[in-house]
Structure formats: structure tokens, C-alpha cells
């Protein structure tokens, strides 16, 4: 099902449960509100999760987490609440998670990081918080992971560094400080001449200062924005 960019509006359909061979489902940029309805992860056959840019709200159903054959789950740029089930874990395939954009609390849940196969983590602009945990350094695949504008705390771990198909890395706007990790600096995508290496982070901050040999650009709060150095 393909109804992107429309003017849709309401809830959805319960109905939708009924369709049991469906394995792509597109909704977003349209006015739909309400919650999502539990028999979306009822679906067997469901592979990709677009719901980008609603007016949905609600937590996310725990039916949602017993999709193992989910590979993008986007629901970002809506006004879900609650914090994300450790059940997350079950999702091995899950290559794409964004949930930027929302009202999202609590700490990211070990589950997460057991999600090898995952490239693109964005969960920024929520309202996560607790210090990163170390065990960042296992999403072995990621290329982009997008933390800023929440409320996480503490330094950066050294194990992020780890991460060698790194090429996104966004932490600023949160409460995080210390010199950047050299391990960070030496992530092999910062030094190859064929890839485009962005970090940002709250270096030069009057009140944040996160010392970055190399980052690409400071976040500055006045003008809400990443500064090029």
C-alpha cells in the first residue's frame, strides 16, 4: 500500500489487520491521527513501516516488537510518548529505525543493541536521557547514528569508536561532556578521501564544551544550528 503525501485524515482502520500478505506499508506525510492499531503488528508478512510526518500519538503497540521481519520501521516526525520496549531486540533484521521527532523518555534499552544488521539509528529530537552506554560500539553496521536535541548526560563513550562504517554521527544538543574519545577520531571513514565524514557535537560551547579533534562542525544555540569549523 502506497498512500504517501495526501491529505488522509482519522484514524486507521483496524481493518488493516485483515490484509495478511501485505509487506509494504506507506502512510506518511498525511494528517492521520489517533494510535497506531495493534493489528498492524499482527501483519506476517510485513517488511517496512512508513508512518513519517502524522499526527499520530500514543506508544508504540508491543505487537509492533514481534515483527522479526521488519526492516524499516519509520515513525518519526509524530507525538508518540513512552519509552521504547527492551522487546525491541527481536527485530534482528531491522536495518533502518527512525523515531526522531516525537515525545519519546526513558533510556535507549539494552534490547536495542542487539540489532546488528541496523545502519540508521535516529532518534533525535525526543526526549531520551541517562548516559550512552557503551554497548553503542556493537551496532557493528551502522553508518549514521543521530542522538542530539535529548536530554542524555555524561561523557561519550570511548566505545563508539568502534563503529568503522560510521560515516553521520550527531550528539549535540544534550548534556554530554569531556574531550571526545580519540577512538571517535579514528573511526577509518574520518580518514578515507572516498567517504563524506559528518560529525557535530557541542564543542566550544559556553556551557557544553566536548573538546573534538574531528568534528566537521560545532552546534551553536543561539542560531540552533551545526557551524561548520
Same mark, same amino acid.
Given at each position: 500500500?502506497?498512500?504517501?503525501?495526501?491529505?488522509?485524515?482519522?484514524?486507521?482502520?483496524?481493518?488493516?489487520?485483515?490484509?495478511?500478505?501485505?509487506?509494504?506499508?506507506?502512510?506518511?506525510?498525511?494528517?492521520?491521527?489517533?494510535?497506531?492499531?495493534?493489528?498492524?503488528?499482527?501483519?506476517?508478512?510485513?517488511?517496512?513501516?512508513?508512518?513519517?510526518?502524522?499526527?499520530?500519538?500514543?506508544?508504540?503497540?508491543?505487537?509492533?516488537?514481534?515483527?522479526?521481519?521488519?526492516?524499516?520501521?519509520?515513525?518519526?516526525?509524530?507525538?508518540?510518548?513512552?519509552?521504547?520496549?527492551? $522487546?525491541? !531486540?527481536? &527485530?534482528?533484521? @531491522?536495518?533502518? %529505525?527512525? /523515531?526522531? +521527532?516525537?515525545? *519519546?523518555? #526513558?533510556?535507549? =534499552?539494552?534490547?536495542?543493541?542487539?540489532?546488528?544488521?541496523?545502519?540508521?539509528?535516529?532518534?533525535?529530537?525526543?526526549?531520551?536521557?541517562?548516559?550512552?552506554?557503551? $554497548?553503542? !560500539?556493537? &551496532?557493528?553496521? @551502522?553508518?549514521? %547514528?543521530? /542522538?542530539? +536535541?535529548?536530554? *542524555?548526560? #555524561?561523557?561519550? =563513550?570511548?566505545?563508539?569508536?568502534?563503529?568503522?562504517?560510521?560515516?553521520?554521527?550527531?550528539?549535540?544538543?544534550?548534556?554530554?561532556?569531556?574531550?571526545?574519545?580519540?577512538?571517535?577520531?579514528?573511526?577509518?571513514?574520518?580518514?578515507?578521501?572516498?567517504?563524506?565524514?559528518?560529525?557535530?557535537?557541542?564543542?566550544?560551547?559556553?556551557?557544553?564544551?566536548?573538546?573534538?579533534?574531528?568534528?566537521?562542525?560545532?552546534?551553536?544555540?543561539?542560531?540552533?544550528?551545526?557551524?561548520?569549523?
Amino acid at each position: 500500500i502506497d498512500l504517501r503525501n495526501n491529505v488522509l485524515n482519522g484514524k486507521i482502520s483496524t481493518f488493516i489487520g485483515q490484509l495478511h500478505r501485505l509487506q509494504y506499508l506507506y502512510l506518511s506525510d498525511n494528517w492521520l491521527t489517533s494510535t497506531i492499531p495493534t493489528e498492524i503488528g499482527l501483519l506476517p508478512s510485513l517488511k517496512w513501516i512508513y508512518l513519517t510526518e502524522n499526527r499520530l500519538s500514543g506508544t508504540i503497540p508491543s505487537e509492533i516488537w514481534s515483527r522479526t521481519e521488519l526492516e524499516w520501521l519509520y515513525l518519526n516526525v509524530n507525538n508518540f510518548t513512552g519509552s521504547i520496549a527492551d $522487546r525491541i !531486540g527481536y &527485530l534482528k533484521i @531491522l536495518s533502518e %529505525l527512525f /523515531l526522531d +521527532g516525537n515525545d *519519546f523518555t #526513558g533510556t535507549i =534499552p539494552n534490547g536495542l543493541f542487539q540489532l546488528r544488521s541496523l545502519k540508521t539509528l535516529s532518534l533525535d529530537s525526543n526526549m531520551f536521557s541517562g548516559t550512552l552506554s557503551s $554497548r553503542l !560500539g556493537l &551496532l557493528e553496521s @551502522l553508518t549514521t %547514528l543521530n /542522538l542530539f +536535541g535529548n536530554l *542524555f548526560s #555524561g561523557s561519550v =563513550p570511548s566505545e563508539i569508536g568502534a563503529l568503522s562504517s560510521l560515516e553521520e554521527l550527531y550528539l549535540h544538543d544534550n548534556a554530554l561532556y569531556g574531550i571526545m574519545p580519540s577512538q571517535i577520531c579514528n573511526i577509518p571513514s574520518i580518514n578515507d578521501p572516498g567517504t563524506e565524514w559528518f560529525f557535530c557535537a557541542d564543542c566550544g560551547n559556553s556551557t557544553l564544551s566536548n573538546e573534538c579533534s574531528c568534528c566537521t562542525s560545532c552546534y551553536n544555540y543561539d542560531e540552533g544550528a551545526c557551524i561548520q569549523v
